[in-house]
């Protein structure tokens, strides 16, 4: 699954109130810049205020949650997940000394991350060959040929 993050939020909680107060600003921001925010398709991990925030402020859109988040709200365990955003955030998070950075250091980080990702992406479709997919994928495909 391909992502483009276009707005990174820091936000004081998750509560469904101030997700609301950000989608009115994203919404604001996206009129001044004479477009619309409306996607066809909203993927969460399970945060019932996020997503009751977006069916308010997103009515057409089909939400989907993170079938990983809502197994491990059942089962109470830590596994491992595939989310891109999660391991952008896991690599993002590795990178700081502390746990709690000053604003300067968050910022010059994320810059260094968005710089690396735009890179990387430009590198790959510049390249006269589509990069090749993990092993564990191509694993995958060929038990499911072997299956067919």
């Known amino acids: 699954m391909e992502f483009i993050c276009l707005c990174l939020p820091l936000l004081p909680d998750k509560r469904q ?12 921001e ?20 996020m ?14 949650s993170c079938q990983f988040h809502v197994a491990q709200a059942c089962q109470n365990t830590h596994l491992r ?3 891109a955003f999660e391991a952008f955030h896991s690599h993002f998070a590795k990178s700081f000394k502390s746990p709690h950075p000053n604003v300067f250091e968050f910022v010059d980080k994320l810059d260094e991350a968005i710089r690396h990702r ?7 479709i510049s390249a006269s060959t589509p990069c090749e997919a993990p092993k564990r994928d191509r694993l995958r495909q060929k038990k499911r040929d072997e299956i067919l």
């Open 81 to 83: 997940t595939n989310n």
């Open 17 to 28: 109130s101030t997700y609301e107060k950000m989608l009115n600003i994203l919404h604001s």
């Open 118 to 124: 735009i890179e990387v992406r430009l590198r790959s």
């Open 51 to 64: 997503m009751n925030a977006f069916k308010i402020s997103c009515p057409s859109s089909t939400i989907k």
């Open 30 to 49: 996206c009129f001044e810049q004479q477009t619309t925010f409306k996607p066809e398709h909203i993927h969460f991990d399970l945060e019932v205020g």
